[in-house]
Protein backbone atom coordinates (compact mmCIF):
# COMPACT_ATOMS: atom_id res chain seq x y z
CA UNK A 1 0.00 0.00 0.00
CA UNK A 2 1.01 3.66 -0.85
CA UNK A 3 1.91 6.03 1.64
CA UNK A 4 -0.86 8.59 2.12
CA UNK A 5 -0.54 12.52 2.60
CA UNK A 6 -1.95 13.36 5.77
CA UNK A 7 -5.28 15.00 5.38
CA UNK A 8 -5.45 19.19 5.74
CA UNK A 9 -9.09 19.32 5.02
CA UNK A 10 -11.90 16.60 6.30
CA UNK A 11 -14.26 18.97 4.49
CA UNK A 12 -12.16 18.50 0.82
CA UNK A 13 -10.26 15.53 1.52
CA UNK A 14 -11.61 12.97 4.11
CA UNK A 15 -9.91 9.99 4.80
CA UNK A 16 -11.23 7.40 7.34
CA UNK A 17 -7.97 5.98 7.39
CA UNK A 18 -5.94 9.05 8.61
CA UNK A 19 -4.43 8.77 11.53
CA UNK A 20 -6.05 12.18 12.98
CA UNK A 21 -9.43 9.99 12.57
CA UNK A 22 -8.53 6.70 13.75
CA UNK A 23 -7.26 8.26 16.90
CA UNK A 24 -9.94 10.74 17.78
CA UNK A 25 -12.73 11.24 15.16
CA UNK A 26 -15.30 12.94 17.11
CA UNK A 27 -13.89 16.38 17.12
CA UNK A 28 -13.58 16.26 13.23
CA UNK A 29 -16.95 15.31 12.65
CA UNK A 30 -18.50 17.74 15.41
CA UNK A 31 -16.49 20.59 12.86
CA UNK A 32 -17.95 18.91 9.89
CA UNK A 33 -21.64 18.95 11.01
CA UNK A 34 -21.07 22.39 11.17
CA UNK A 35 -19.50 23.41 8.03
CA UNK A 36 -19.89 20.63 5.52
CA UNK A 37 -22.76 17.91 6.46
CA UNK A 38 -21.57 16.10 3.71
CA UNK A 39 -18.07 15.94 3.17
CA UNK A 40 -16.00 15.23 -0.49
CA UNK A 41 -12.90 13.37 -0.57
CA UNK A 42 -10.76 12.50 -4.10
CA UNK A 43 -9.41 9.47 -2.30
CA UNK A 44 -10.58 6.07 -3.21
CA UNK A 45 -11.82 6.83 -6.73
CA UNK A 46 -13.80 9.68 -4.95
CA UNK A 47 -16.62 9.94 -2.15
CA UNK A 48 -18.86 11.69 0.44
CA UNK A 49 -19.23 11.48 3.85
CA UNK A 50 -22.35 12.62 5.47
CA UNK A 51 -21.99 13.62 9.26
CA UNK A 52 -26.17 14.34 10.44
CA UNK A 53 -27.89 11.85 12.33
CA UNK A 54 -30.97 13.05 9.06
CA UNK A 55 -28.72 12.65 6.38
CA UNK A 56 -27.40 9.32 7.55
CA UNK A 57 -30.85 7.97 7.79
CA UNK A 58 -31.81 9.90 4.43
CA UNK A 59 -28.96 7.54 3.29
CA UNK A 60 -29.94 3.99 4.87
CA UNK A 61 -32.98 4.31 3.45
CA UNK A 62 -32.50 5.28 -0.37
CA UNK A 63 -31.86 1.60 -1.49
CA UNK A 64 -32.95 3.00 -4.61
CA UNK A 65 -30.06 5.39 -5.38
CA UNK A 66 -27.40 3.87 -3.30
CA UNK A 67 -25.88 0.30 -3.92
CA UNK A 68 -24.62 -2.15 -0.65
CA UNK A 69 -22.49 -3.45 -3.66
CA UNK A 70 -19.74 -3.06 -2.32
CA UNK A 71 -20.02 -2.07 1.78
CA UNK A 72 -16.56 -1.42 2.74
CA UNK A 73 -14.19 0.99 1.20
CA UNK A 74 -11.14 0.12 -0.85
CA UNK A 75 -8.36 1.57 -3.81
CA UNK A 76 -10.38 -0.97 -6.04
CA UNK A 77 -13.75 -0.95 -6.98
CA UNK A 78 -16.36 -4.04 -7.61
CA UNK A 79 -14.32 -6.09 -9.88
CA UNK A 80 -15.98 -7.22 -13.72
CA UNK A 81 -15.76 -10.44 -12.02
CA UNK A 82 -17.16 -9.81 -8.59
CA UNK A 83 -20.93 -11.56 -8.41
CA UNK A 84 -23.22 -8.90 -9.71
CA UNK A 85 -25.59 -7.04 -7.81
CA UNK A 86 -28.46 -7.82 -6.52
CA UNK A 87 -26.81 -10.95 -4.93
CA UNK A 88 -23.40 -9.59 -4.27
CA UNK A 89 -20.26 -11.65 -2.84
CA UNK A 90 -21.77 -11.68 1.11
CA UNK A 91 -25.80 -11.96 0.67
CA UNK A 92 -27.68 -10.41 2.35
CA UNK A 93 -26.02 -7.19 3.59
CA UNK A 94 -24.35 -7.16 -0.28
CA UNK A 95 -27.38 -7.42 -2.15
CA UNK A 96 -30.31 -4.91 -2.82
CA UNK A 97 -33.87 -4.83 -3.11
CA UNK A 98 -35.42 -7.60 -3.88
CA UNK A 99 -33.61 -10.51 -3.34
CA UNK A 100 -32.05 -8.65 -0.54
CA UNK A 101 -35.40 -9.39 1.31
CA UNK A 102 -35.51 -13.32 0.52
CA UNK A 103 -31.48 -13.60 1.55
CA UNK A 104 -32.15 -12.04 5.04
CA UNK A 105 -35.08 -13.78 5.55
CA UNK A 106 -33.63 -16.77 5.61
CA UNK A 107 -31.07 -15.90 7.91
CA UNK A 108 -32.77 -14.20 10.33
CA UNK A 109 -34.34 -17.16 12.36
CA UNK A 110 -30.73 -18.16 13.07
CA UNK A 111 -30.11 -14.81 15.44
CA UNK A 112 -33.81 -14.60 16.62
CA UNK A 113 -33.59 -13.28 20.44
CA UNK A 114 -35.24 -16.84 20.97
CA UNK A 115 -32.32 -18.91 19.81
CA UNK A 116 -29.63 -16.11 21.25
CA UNK A 117 -31.09 -16.39 25.08
CA UNK A 118 -29.87 -20.21 24.40
CA UNK A 119 -26.60 -19.72 24.07
CA UNK A 120 -26.56 -16.71 26.49
CA UNK A 121 -25.14 -19.81 29.66
CA UNK A 122 -22.31 -20.31 26.86
CA UNK A 123 -21.31 -17.08 26.69
CA UNK A 124 -21.57 -16.70 30.21
CA UNK A 125 -19.14 -19.94 30.95
CA UNK A 126 -16.74 -19.32 28.37
CA UNK A 127 -15.71 -15.41 29.29
CA UNK A 128 -15.17 -17.04 33.36
CA UNK A 129 -13.05 -19.49 31.61
CA UNK A 130 -11.33 -16.23 29.94
CA UNK A 131 -11.03 -14.65 33.57
CA UNK A 132 -9.93 -18.06 34.94
CA UNK A 133 -6.58 -18.07 32.67
CA UNK A 134 -5.74 -15.08 33.76
CA UNK A 135 -6.14 -14.86 37.11
CA UNK A 136 -2.75 -14.09 38.28
CA UNK A 137 -2.51 -11.52 36.36
CA UNK A 138 -2.15 -7.59 37.82
CA UNK A 139 -2.06 -6.46 34.45
CA UNK A 140 -4.79 -7.72 31.72
CA UNK A 141 -5.19 -6.86 28.72
CA UNK A 142 -9.23 -6.34 27.95
CA UNK A 143 -8.74 -6.77 24.03
CA UNK A 144 -6.30 -9.28 23.84
CA UNK A 145 -6.53 -11.24 27.06
CA UNK A 146 -10.53 -11.03 26.45
CA UNK A 147 -12.45 -9.34 24.52
CA UNK A 148 -11.19 -10.68 20.87
CA UNK A 149 -11.71 -14.22 21.77
CA UNK A 150 -15.85 -14.01 22.78
CA UNK A 151 -17.43 -13.41 19.67
CA UNK A 152 -14.92 -15.59 17.43
CA UNK A 153 -16.05 -19.07 20.29
CA UNK A 154 -20.01 -17.59 19.73
CA UNK A 155 -19.53 -17.91 15.54
CA UNK A 156 -17.62 -20.66 15.68
CA UNK A 157 -19.66 -22.31 17.31
CA UNK A 158 -22.91 -21.27 15.63
CA UNK A 159 -21.01 -22.48 12.14
CA UNK A 160 -20.30 -25.65 13.92
CA UNK A 161 -16.64 -24.81 12.51
CA UNK A 162 -13.96 -27.06 14.83
CA UNK A 163 -12.89 -25.27 17.83
CA UNK A 164 -9.01 -25.42 16.95
CA UNK A 165 -9.57 -23.17 13.94
CA UNK A 166 -10.77 -19.95 16.28
CA UNK A 167 -6.85 -18.46 15.51
CA UNK A 168 -7.11 -18.87 11.44
CA UNK A 169 -10.94 -17.58 12.00
CA UNK A 170 -9.70 -13.96 13.63
CA UNK A 171 -6.69 -14.10 10.55
CA UNK A 172 -10.26 -14.43 8.27
CA UNK A 173 -11.38 -11.76 9.45
CA UNK A 174 -8.26 -9.75 8.41
CA UNK A 175 -7.07 -11.39 5.30
CA UNK A 176 -10.22 -10.35 3.95
CA UNK A 177 -10.42 -6.76 5.31
CA UNK A 178 -7.41 -6.29 3.88
CA UNK A 179 -8.04 -7.77 0.71
CA UNK A 180 -10.82 -4.83 -0.11
CA UNK A 181 -7.99 -2.62 0.21
CA UNK A 182 -5.76 -4.49 -2.78
CA UNK A 183 -6.46 -3.39 -5.82
CA UNK A 184 -4.40 -5.93 -7.75
CA UNK A 185 -7.42 -8.86 -8.50
CA UNK A 186 -4.77 -11.83 -8.94
CA UNK A 187 -2.92 -10.39 -5.21
CA UNK A 188 -6.48 -10.79 -4.05
CA UNK A 189 -7.82 -14.13 -5.35
CA UNK A 190 -4.31 -15.24 -4.14
CA UNK A 191 -4.70 -14.02 -0.68
CA UNK A 192 -8.08 -15.52 -0.57
CA UNK A 193 -7.26 -18.64 -1.60
CA UNK A 194 -6.78 -20.88 1.26
CA UNK A 195 -9.36 -19.29 2.90
CA UNK A 196 -11.74 -20.93 0.03
CA UNK A 197 -9.95 -24.15 0.81
CA UNK A 198 -10.85 -24.21 4.49
CA UNK A 199 -14.47 -22.93 4.18
CA UNK A 200 -15.07 -26.13 1.21
CA UNK A 201 -13.52 -28.24 3.43
CA UNK A 202 -15.72 -27.15 6.21
CA UNK A 203 -19.03 -27.64 3.92
CA UNK A 204 -17.75 -31.00 2.91
CA UNK A 205 -17.52 -32.12 6.33
CA UNK A 206 -21.23 -30.87 6.63
CA UNK A 207 -22.25 -32.02 3.66
CA UNK A 208 -21.11 -35.82 4.84
CA UNK A 209 -22.12 -35.37 8.39
CA UNK A 210 -25.04 -33.18 8.96
CA UNK A 211 -25.55 -31.65 12.32
CA UNK A 212 -27.70 -28.90 13.88
CA UNK A 213 -25.98 -26.14 13.10
CA UNK A 214 -25.98 -22.71 10.88
CA UNK A 215 -23.98 -23.80 8.12
CA UNK A 216 -25.95 -27.39 7.67
CA UNK A 217 -29.14 -25.02 7.66
CA UNK A 218 -27.61 -23.13 4.59
CA UNK A 219 -26.85 -26.23 3.39
CA UNK A 220 -30.64 -27.57 3.47
CA UNK A 221 -32.20 -24.02 3.10
CA UNK A 222 -34.57 -23.40 -0.22
CA UNK A 223 -35.30 -20.80 -1.77
CA UNK A 224 -38.70 -21.43 -3.31
CA UNK A 225 -37.83 -25.18 -4.07
CA UNK A 226 -34.13 -24.69 -5.11
CA UNK A 227 -31.42 -25.20 -2.79
CA UNK A 228 -28.93 -22.22 -2.43
CA UNK A 229 -26.25 -20.96 -4.97
CA UNK A 230 -22.89 -22.59 -3.49
CA UNK A 231 -21.63 -19.07 -3.84
CA UNK A 232 -24.48 -18.11 -1.51
CA UNK A 233 -24.11 -20.33 1.13
CA UNK A 234 -20.11 -19.82 0.98
CA UNK A 235 -20.96 -15.58 0.85
CA UNK A 236 -23.43 -15.94 3.93
CA UNK A 237 -20.72 -17.87 6.04
CA UNK A 238 -18.27 -15.49 5.50
CA UNK A 239 -20.57 -12.32 6.15
CA UNK A 240 -21.43 -13.77 9.62
CA UNK A 241 -17.81 -14.39 10.21
CA UNK A 242 -16.50 -10.92 9.26
CA UNK A 243 -19.64 -9.23 10.26
CA UNK A 244 -19.55 -11.16 13.94
CA UNK A 245 -16.49 -10.91 15.09
CA UNK A 246 -14.51 -7.26 15.13
CA UNK A 247 -17.57 -5.89 15.58
CA UNK A 248 -18.78 -6.86 18.84
CA UNK A 249 -15.14 -7.39 19.89
CA UNK A 250 -14.69 -3.60 19.69
CA UNK A 251 -17.92 -3.43 21.26
CA UNK A 252 -17.12 -5.08 24.32
CA UNK A 253 -13.46 -3.88 24.31
CA UNK A 254 -14.65 0.09 24.15
CA UNK A 255 -16.82 -0.37 26.50
CA UNK A 256 -14.30 -1.93 29.31
CA UNK A 257 -12.12 1.08 28.03
CA UNK A 258 -14.49 3.73 28.66
CA UNK A 259 -15.31 1.94 32.52
CA UNK A 260 -11.59 1.81 32.78
CA UNK A 261 -11.16 5.86 32.17
CA UNK A 262 -14.83 6.91 34.20
CA UNK A 263 -14.38 5.24 37.70
CA UNK A 264 -17.81 6.63 38.72
CA UNK A 265 -19.67 4.88 35.84
CA UNK A 266 -17.57 1.51 36.80
CA UNK A 267 -18.99 1.74 40.36
CA UNK A 268 -22.63 2.24 39.40
CA UNK A 269 -22.66 -0.45 37.21
CA UNK A 270 -21.20 -2.84 39.79
CA UNK A 271 -23.60 -1.54 42.52
CA UNK A 272 -27.13 -0.94 40.43
CA UNK A 273 -26.78 -3.69 37.62
CA UNK A 274 -30.26 -3.30 36.64
CA UNK A 275 -28.77 -0.45 34.72
CA UNK A 276 -27.18 -2.59 32.35
CA UNK A 277 -29.62 -2.62 29.43
CA UNK A 278 -29.59 1.11 29.41
CA UNK A 279 -25.67 1.34 29.79
CA UNK A 280 -25.14 -1.24 26.93
CA UNK A 281 -27.36 1.04 24.77
CA UNK A 282 -25.13 4.00 25.12
CA UNK A 283 -21.99 2.00 25.24
CA UNK A 284 -23.01 1.16 21.47
CA UNK A 285 -24.17 4.90 21.06
CA UNK A 286 -20.77 6.47 22.56
CA UNK A 287 -18.27 4.07 20.87
CA UNK A 288 -20.04 2.56 18.02
CA UNK A 289 -18.26 -0.07 16.10
CA UNK A 290 -19.45 0.10 12.72
CA UNK A 291 -19.10 2.20 9.58
CA UNK A 292 -20.56 1.02 5.96
CA UNK A 293 -20.31 1.96 2.65
CA UNK A 294 -22.70 2.36 0.13
CA UNK A 295 -21.89 3.06 -3.84
CA UNK A 296 -23.95 5.51 -5.57
CA UNK A 297 -26.26 4.32 -8.38
CA UNK A 298 -26.17 7.10 -11.10
CA UNK A 299 -25.74 10.21 -11.70
CA UNK A 300 -27.91 12.35 -8.81
CA UNK A 301 -28.01 15.15 -6.40
CA UNK A 302 -27.92 14.48 -2.50
CA UNK A 303 -28.87 16.98 -0.66
CA UNK A 304 -27.47 19.31 -2.76
CA UNK A 305 -24.19 17.72 -3.75
CA UNK A 306 -23.64 16.11 -7.40
CA UNK A 307 -22.99 12.68 -6.93
CA UNK A 308 -21.74 10.65 -9.83
CA UNK A 309 -22.04 7.07 -10.60
CA UNK A 310 -19.88 4.85 -8.33
CA UNK A 311 -18.93 7.64 -6.09
CA UNK A 312 -18.63 5.88 -2.68
CA UNK A 313 -20.69 6.56 0.24
CA UNK A 314 -18.86 6.47 3.67
CA UNK A 315 -22.14 5.73 5.79
CA UNK A 316 -21.29 6.96 9.44
CA UNK A 317 -23.71 5.19 12.29
CA UNK A 318 -21.10 6.33 14.64
CA UNK A 319 -20.92 9.85 13.51
CA UNK A 320 -24.98 9.94 13.76
CA UNK A 321 -24.79 9.04 17.12
CA UNK A 322 -23.06 11.60 18.01
CA UNK A 323 -25.49 14.67 16.34
CA UNK A 324 -26.33 17.12 18.59
CA UNK A 325 -29.62 17.67 16.87
CA UNK A 326 -30.90 14.10 17.34
CA UNK A 327 -28.96 13.39 21.19
CA UNK A 328 -29.28 16.06 23.84
CA UNK A 329 -25.17 15.93 25.37
CA UNK A 330 -24.41 14.04 22.36
CA UNK A 331 -20.94 14.03 23.76
CA UNK A 332 -21.29 13.20 26.73
CA UNK A 333 -21.73 9.49 28.07
CA UNK A 334 -25.12 9.02 30.03
CA UNK A 335 -24.91 5.60 31.93
CA UNK A 336 -28.32 5.62 32.12
CA UNK A 337 -29.40 7.74 29.37
CA UNK A 338 -33.54 6.94 28.94
CA UNK A 339 -34.22 8.12 25.10
CA UNK A 340 -31.41 6.85 22.84
CA UNK A 341 -32.33 6.12 19.36
CA UNK A 342 -29.15 5.21 18.37
CA UNK A 343 -28.40 3.70 14.72
CA UNK A 344 -25.50 1.71 16.16
CA UNK A 345 -26.91 -1.36 14.24
CA UNK A 346 -27.81 0.53 11.20
CA UNK A 347 -31.12 1.68 9.94
CA UNK A 348 -33.92 -0.23 7.64
CA UNK A 349 -33.49 -2.68 5.35
CA UNK A 350 -29.60 -4.14 6.25
CA UNK A 351 -30.53 -3.79 10.10
CA UNK A 352 -27.84 -5.74 11.71
CA UNK A 353 -28.80 -9.05 11.40
CA UNK A 354 -26.76 -10.21 14.62
CA UNK A 355 -27.60 -7.04 16.78
CA UNK A 356 -29.88 -9.54 19.59
CA UNK A 357 -26.71 -11.28 19.93
CA UNK A 358 -24.12 -8.72 19.76
CA UNK A 359 -25.96 -7.36 22.44
CA UNK A 360 -26.37 -10.53 24.52
CA UNK A 361 -22.12 -11.06 23.82
CA UNK A 362 -21.68 -7.50 25.24
CA UNK A 363 -24.42 -7.89 28.51
CA UNK A 364 -22.57 -11.23 29.74
CA UNK A 365 -19.01 -10.22 29.13
CA UNK A 366 -18.96 -6.59 30.83
CA UNK A 367 -20.73 -8.54 33.39
CA UNK A 368 -18.48 -11.18 33.87
CA UNK A 369 -15.72 -8.67 33.72
CA UNK A 370 -17.02 -6.68 36.52
CA UNK A 371 -18.13 -8.89 38.56
CA UNK A 372 -14.65 -10.78 38.89
CA UNK A 373 -13.02 -7.54 38.76
CA UNK A 374 -15.28 -4.39 40.12
CA UNK A 375 -12.28 -1.98 40.19
CA UNK A 376 -9.50 -1.40 37.79
CA UNK A 377 -7.95 1.10 35.84
CA UNK A 378 -5.88 1.62 32.52
CA UNK A 379 -2.04 1.32 33.02
CA UNK A 380 -1.25 4.37 30.99
CA UNK A 381 -3.89 6.11 28.87
CA UNK A 382 -1.34 6.80 25.87
CA UNK A 383 -0.88 3.03 25.01
CA UNK A 384 -4.11 2.34 24.12
CA UNK A 385 -4.43 1.64 20.78
CA UNK A 386 -7.75 1.63 17.71
CA UNK A 387 -8.81 -0.56 14.96
CA UNK A 388 -8.52 1.16 11.67
CA UNK A 389 -10.71 1.32 8.79
CA UNK A 390 -14.39 0.85 9.26
CA UNK A 391 -14.71 -1.06 12.70
CA UNK A 392 -13.70 0.88 15.24
CA UNK A 393 -12.78 -0.03 18.57
CA UNK A 394 -9.76 -0.46 21.44
CA UNK A 395 -7.43 -3.15 20.69
CA UNK A 396 -4.12 -2.98 23.19
CA UNK A 397 -5.98 -1.77 26.36
CA UNK A 398 -3.53 -3.37 29.45
CA UNK A 399 -5.96 -2.95 32.39
CA UNK A 400 -4.15 -2.71 35.97
CA UNK A 401 -6.54 -4.70 38.41
CA UNK A 402 -7.17 -2.37 41.62
CA UNK A 403 -9.41 -5.07 43.28
CA UNK B 1 -54.32 3.79 25.56
CA UNK B 2 -52.90 1.61 23.33
CA UNK B 3 -49.52 0.65 21.53
CA UNK B 4 -48.79 -0.41 17.84
CA UNK B 5 -46.02 -2.19 15.65
CA UNK B 6 -45.99 -0.42 11.78
CA UNK B 7 -44.83 -3.85 10.09
CA UNK B 8 -43.55 -2.35 7.61
CA UNK B 9 -41.05 -0.27 9.45
CA UNK B 10 -40.09 -2.32 11.93
CA UNK B 11 -36.72 -4.19 11.22
CA UNK B 12 -36.23 -5.89 14.16
CA UNK B 13 -34.07 -3.79 16.24
CA UNK B 14 -35.22 -5.09 19.20
CA UNK B 15 -35.49 -2.12 21.69
CA UNK B 16 -39.18 -2.10 22.09
CA UNK B 17 -39.25 -5.99 23.88
CA UNK B 18 -36.24 -5.15 25.61
CA UNK B 19 -37.51 -2.03 27.28
CA UNK B 20 -41.34 -2.91 27.81
CA UNK B 21 -41.46 -6.84 27.49
CA UNK B 22 -44.81 -6.32 29.01
CA UNK B 23 -46.15 -5.31 26.00
CA UNK B 24 -43.76 -6.03 23.38
CA UNK B 25 -42.90 -9.72 21.92
CA UNK B 26 -40.74 -10.80 18.94
CA UNK B 27 -41.82 -13.39 15.99
CA UNK B 28 -39.51 -15.93 14.82
CA UNK B 29 -37.58 -13.46 12.21
CA UNK B 30 -37.11 -10.90 15.40
CA UNK B 31 -39.37 -8.28 14.37
CA UNK B 32 -41.41 -7.00 17.24
CA UNK B 33 -44.80 -7.57 17.59
CA UNK B 34 -47.41 -6.67 20.30
CA UNK B 35 -48.95 -8.29 22.90
CA UNK B 36 -52.37 -9.49 23.09
CA UNK B 37 -54.50 -6.34 21.81
CA UNK B 38 -51.62 -3.54 22.85
CA UNK B 39 -53.53 -1.98 25.48
CA UNK B 40 -51.31 0.22 28.32
CA UNK B 41 -52.36 -0.40 31.72
CA UNK B 42 -51.59 2.91 33.80
CA UNK B 43 -48.04 1.98 35.19
CA UNK B 44 -47.15 0.76 31.49
CA UNK B 45 -47.66 4.00 30.44
CA UNK B 46 -44.04 5.56 30.81
CA UNK B 47 -42.73 1.85 29.51
CA UNK B 48 -45.21 2.82 26.54
CA UNK B 49 -43.71 5.73 25.74
CA UNK B 50 -40.09 4.85 26.14
CA UNK B 51 -40.59 2.06 24.11
CA UNK B 52 -41.88 4.32 21.17
CA UNK B 53 -38.79 6.82 21.95
CA UNK B 54 -36.38 4.32 21.16
CA UNK B 55 -37.21 2.70 18.10
CA UNK B 56 -35.06 3.79 15.93
CA UNK B 57 -37.00 3.05 12.82
CA UNK B 58 -39.84 5.45 14.48
CA UNK B 59 -42.04 2.27 13.74
CA UNK B 60 -44.03 2.08 17.06
CA UNK B 61 -46.76 4.56 17.73
CA UNK B 62 -49.31 5.75 20.40
CA UNK B 63 -53.15 5.29 20.35
CA UNK B 64 -54.58 7.24 22.90
C1 LIG C 1 -21.59 -4.64 18.38
C2 LIG C 1 -21.59 -5.45 17.37
C3 LIG C 1 -22.16 -5.16 16.00
C4 LIG C 1 -22.42 -3.96 15.39
C5 LIG C 1 -22.20 -2.56 15.94
C6 LIG C 1 -22.98 -4.27 14.08
C7 LIG C 1 -23.37 -3.32 13.17
C8 LIG C 1 -23.96 -3.58 11.95
C9 LIG C 1 -24.43 -2.58 11.04
C10 LIG C 1 -24.30 -1.08 11.24
C11 LIG C 1 -24.99 -3.22 9.98
C12 LIG C 1 -25.69 -2.55 8.80
C13 LIG C 1 -25.00 -2.76 7.51
C14 LIG C 1 -25.45 -1.84 6.42
O1 LIG C 1 -26.30 -0.96 6.62
O2 LIG C 1 -24.89 -1.99 5.32
C15 LIG C 1 -24.86 -4.64 10.22
C16 LIG C 1 -25.32 -5.62 9.36
C17 LIG C 1 -25.19 -6.98 9.61
N1 LIG C 1 -24.65 -7.56 10.75
FE1 LIG C 1 -23.93 -6.60 12.36
N2 LIG C 1 -23.05 -5.62 13.94
C18 LIG C 1 -22.57 -6.22 15.08
C19 LIG C 1 -22.50 -7.57 15.35
C20 LIG C 1 -22.96 -8.56 14.52
C21 LIG C 1 -22.99 -9.96 14.83
C22 LIG C 1 -22.57 -10.58 16.15
C23 LIG C 1 -23.49 -10.59 13.73
C24 LIG C 1 -23.77 -12.04 13.48
C25 LIG C 1 -23.13 -13.01 13.78
C26 LIG C 1 -23.77 -9.60 12.73
C27 LIG C 1 -24.30 -9.87 11.49
C28 LIG C 1 -24.73 -8.93 10.59
C29 LIG C 1 -25.36 -9.25 9.31
C30 LIG C 1 -25.64 -10.63 8.78
C31 LIG C 1 -25.65 -8.02 8.69
C32 LIG C 1 -26.30 -7.81 7.33
C33 LIG C 1 -27.77 -7.62 7.44
C34 LIG C 1 -28.41 -7.26 6.11
O3 LIG C 1 -27.73 -6.79 5.21
O4 LIG C 1 -29.63 -7.45 5.99
N3 LIG C 1 -23.45 -8.37 13.25
N4 LIG C 1 -24.24 -4.83 11.44
S1 LIG D 1 -37.94 -1.30 18.51
FE1 LIG D 1 -38.91 -0.73 16.62
S2 LIG D 1 -37.79 -1.73 15.00
FE2 LIG D 1 -37.33 -2.65 16.91
S3 LIG D 1 -38.49 -4.47 17.09
FE3 LIG D 1 -39.49 -2.84 18.18
S4 LIG D 1 -40.80 -1.88 16.70
FE4 LIG D 1 -39.38 -3.13 15.55
Not at chain 1, 33 to 59: I, N
Not at chain 1, 327 to 339: G, L, S, T, V
Request: contains cysteine.
Amino acid sequence: MSIKPPVEDFATDWDHTDPAWVANPYPIWDELREKCPVAHTDRYGGGWFPSTYELVSAVANDTDNFTSHTVVIGNGRPGEDAPPAPIGVAPPISSDPPFHHIARRLILPAFSPGVVNTIEPFVREYCGKLLDNVSAQEIVNGGSDYAQYIPVAVIRQMLGFPEKDEDLFREIVHIVMEGIDEPDMDKRIAAFEPIRIYMEEQLQDHIDHPRDDLTSYLLNAEIAGTKLLPEHIFGTILLVLVAGIDTTWSGIASSLYHLATNPKDLERLVNEPELMPLAIEEFLRFYSPVTMARLVKEDFDFNGCPMKKDDWLLLGFPAANRDPKAFPDADKFIIDRQINRHVAFGLGIHRCAGSNLARMEMRVAIEEFIKRYPKFELTDADVVTWSQGQVRGARHLPLRILS
Amino acid sequence: MKVVINADACTGQGRCFGIAPELFDFDDLGNGVVKGDGKVTPELVEKARLAEANCPEHAISIEE
